[in-house]
C-alpha cells in the first residue's frame, strides 16, 4: 500500500465472552478517515476504542459489518494498518537501534539496510547515541519517539494509535506529540488516534470523532478549524477553547443518553 488508504467502518458489531455471557462492545460503529486525513476518537475510558482498532488493523473480526480500504472489503487487511499499542511494545532483547529497525524489516527491507535507516530516524528524532542501550535504560520519553520511528519505517501509510501518550508526564508528552504532528505533516499518513485527551485531539487532529458509553457507536463529530502548525500556545486562544467547549458538550450528551 503505498498510498494513504481511506479507512472506513460501516457498521461493526462485536461482542466478547464475559462471566454471564456476552458483551456487547461495538453496538455499530461507522467512521472514516479519508486519505492523509488526522481524525482522532475520543470517549469515555471502556467504551471500546482498543477493540475498535483492532478490528480495524484485522487482529479481530467484527460479527456483522464491515471494515473497507479504499472502498474495498478489508477481509485480508492485517499487515496493511499499523498499529501502535498504548504501550511502546520494545523488545526486551533487542537493542534500540535493533527494535527500530524491525519496522523496515518487516516491510521487507534485507538487515542491512534496515539498520541504516533506523540509524539516520533515530539522529532525526533525537536518539543518536543510544543505538546500543536495551529498552529498560531508556526514559519514557525516548521510548515513545523510537515507536514513533519504527511506526514510520514500517512502510505502511494506514496508522492507528492507541493512546500512545498516555504514560507520559506532561513535558514528554507535549515533546512527543509534536514529533508525531511534524511527522504526519512531513508524510501524511491516514490517521486514527484514540485518546482520552481532548487538547491532544484538537491539537493533532483535522476531525475529532466523540464516541459514547459500550457498546460503542460514533455520536457526534466536530471538526477542528485551527491552523496548523499547533502548539501549546494555540491551548490558550479563543478559538481553541470553542472547539473544545464543542468536543465536551457532545461528550456530556453521551452521558445524558446513556
Known sequence: MSEAPRIEARGLRLSLPARDGRLEVLGGVHL?????EFVALVGPS???KS?????LAGLMEPEAGQVLLDGRPGADRLGHLTLMPQ????LPWRTLLDNVALGPELAGAGRGDARMAARLALARYGLAGFEDHYAHALSGGMRQRA???RTLLGGRR????DEPFG???ALT?????GVLGALWAEHRPSVLLVTHDVDEALLLADRVLVAGARPMRVHAEVAVELPRPRSDATTTTAAFGEHKRRVLDALQATRLAA
Request: aromatic share 4%; net charge negative.
Open 32 to 36: 472514516e478517515v479519508a486519505p492523509g
Open 46 to 48: 471502556g467504551c471500546g
Open 51 to 55: 477493540t475498535l482498532l483492532a478490528v
Open 87 to 90: 504501550r511502546d511494545g520494545l
Open 147 to 149: 515507536a514513533l520511528a
Open 158 to 161: 494506514a496508522w492507528l494509535l
Open 167 to 169: 504514560a507520559l508526564d
Open 173 to 177: 508528552r507535549a515533546d512527543v506529540q
